[in-house]
């Protein structure tokens, strides 16, 4: 009975531990604060510059390939087994030096009996001749026996017969003469054929010969057998595949730079010679052929290299231009109602009804830059028209003066700023009438890089 009681009571007083325990800590959660207040903004810092007066140059790109202007596959006209090889890889030739030379035995044997045949149609003439002479002569004196009534009108028939048989071998004579001297002629150049000659001054490339071994000529269904290249290094010039984007840009004449995958810090200078009237697709790419002359190639170019090519497409000389990553793009809607605004969507509306374009004001975009006040420390978005650019600073056809101070980097801050954001300068930022400043450390990210999100809230630690 009183281990019963005793075991009852012990129940009881950790029931009340841990009703006390449970209390203390409720008391303890309710003394816990959470301060919801937001970290305080830190104001983006920004470079500043005022626009300058450059000369731009607009270039298009596209891979091209080098090739000569002249180059020719050597290949064998007549059917020959080689006996000579009279050059080597490398080697420079003139025009007409010997390359390669064949067996010249079945080309001379074939010139010997079309000679022979050629003195023998002599030998032949002279005997029509001879024959001729002696039917004229009977039929002479037939006329004469005639005229004294002492040969018969068959005998006068007879020869006048066989003076129109002479006569016709004798022809028949002078034509096979003409066969024979064609013969001849022919013999001569297949004789003639047997030693390869350097049709182009050049380089031996590709040689692909050894004697002893038989060439072929090249037929209708039988392509020949080629020997090697000549190729004219004084005279290249390269194959470029200019995107369909671009081609309307180019012409006949423009100035290019040509940069060797070997020597990329070396540009070559070229000129365009011509444009393919039509394109080539690859997959769902339209590119068009364009041929660029090099007046003066590199020592180190060489056939078949891959290059890089920029055409200058357009230049525009001391124009007002700020770094073109100054440039950016904002919605109408996201933009104040302005006057340089209003003037831009009075200037789109224009367009929009040429182009009859149905997109609502609202969502297009307006290519602006922004502007730094350094009386209140806040920038403010202004449209411009921009034109000639190259891979560093855009023109600006109109909305700015010599006298602004664009914001010009970096390109995380560009990317985020709206219309009266307050900011602070970065170091060297420039005023007007000074040097522009370093550019930017800030990498630029590709277009379709995501903006990272934004960071949460700090929650402010607890206080007991």
Request: proline content about 8%; hydrophobic content about 40%; overall charge negative.
């Amino acid at each position: 009975m009183k281990q019963g009681l005793l075991a009852a009571l012990v129940m009881l007083a950790l029931s009340a531990a841990a009703v006390w325990l449970n209390l203390k800590r409720a008391d303890s959660l309710a003394s816990l604060k959470i301060d919801w207040t937001l970290a305080p903004r830190v104001l983006p810092a920004v470079q500043v510059e005022p626009p300058a007066i450059r000369t731009l140059t607009a270039t298009i790109s596209a891979p091209g390939v080098v090739e000569a202007i002249e180059e020719a596959q050597i290949a064998s006209q007549v059917i020959g087994r080689v006996v000579k090889v009279a050059v080597k890889e490398g080697d420079r030739v003139a025009q007409g030096d010997l390359l390669v030379k064949l067996d010249p035995a079945d080309a001379q044997a074939r010139l010997d009996s079309a000679t022979a045949r050629q003195n023998a149609l002599h030998a032949a003439i002279d005997q029509a001749k001879a024959d001729l002479e002696k039917a004229r002569r009977d039929l002479e004196r037939l006329r004469d026996l005639s005229t004294r009534r002492a040969s018969s009108s068959t005998e006068m028939a007879d020869a006048l017969s066989m003076q129109a048989k002479m006569s016709a071998a004798l022809e028949r004579a002078r034509h096979e003469l003409t066969e024979s001297d064609a013969a001849i002629r022919e013999a001569r150049e297949y004789l003639e054929r047997t030693e390869i000659k350097a049709p182009i001054p050049g380089v031996v490339a590709n040689l692909d010969v050894e004697v002893g071994e038989v060439v072929i000529a090249g037929t209708t269904n039988l392509p020949g057998t080629v020997l090697m290249s000549i190729v004219d290094l004084e005279r290249m010039r390269i194959r470029a595949e200019v995107d369909e984007t671009d081609i309307v840009r180019a012409r006949p004449g423009q100035i290019a730079r040509v940069y060797l995958q070997a020597d990329p810090d070396h540009p070559i200078p070229g000129v365009v010679d011509r444009i393919a009237p039509k394109g080539t697709k690859t997959g769902d790419v339209v590119t068009f052929q364009t041929l660029i002359d090099l007046p003066s190639p590199s020592a180190l170019t060489r056939a078949a290299m891959t290059t890089t090519v920029e055409i200058e497409v357009e230049t525009a000389e001391n124009v007002l231009s700020v770094p073109i990553q100054a440039v950016v793009h904002r919605r109408r809607k996201d933009l104040p109602d302005t006057p340089e605004v209003r003037a831009w969507a009075a200037r789109d509306a224009a367009r929009t009804r040429s182009r009859r374009s149905y997109q609502p004001e609202e969502t297009r975009y307006v290519k602006v830059v922004f502007l730094h006040d350094p009386a209140t420390g806040t920038v403010h978005a202004r449209p411009v028209e921009t034109g000639v650019s190259n891979e560093r600073y855009v023109q600006i056809l109109d909305g700015l003066t010599a006298e602004d101070r664009v914001v010009v980097g970096p390109f995380r801050a560009l990317d985020e700023l709206k219309d009266g954001d307050a900011v602070t300068l970065e170091p060297h930022t420039a005023s007007p009438g000074e040097e522009s400043p370093p550019p930017s450390s800030d990498p630029v990210p590709h277009p379709n890089t995501p903006t990272p999100p934004p960071s949460p809230p700090a929650i402010a630690s607890s206080s007991k």
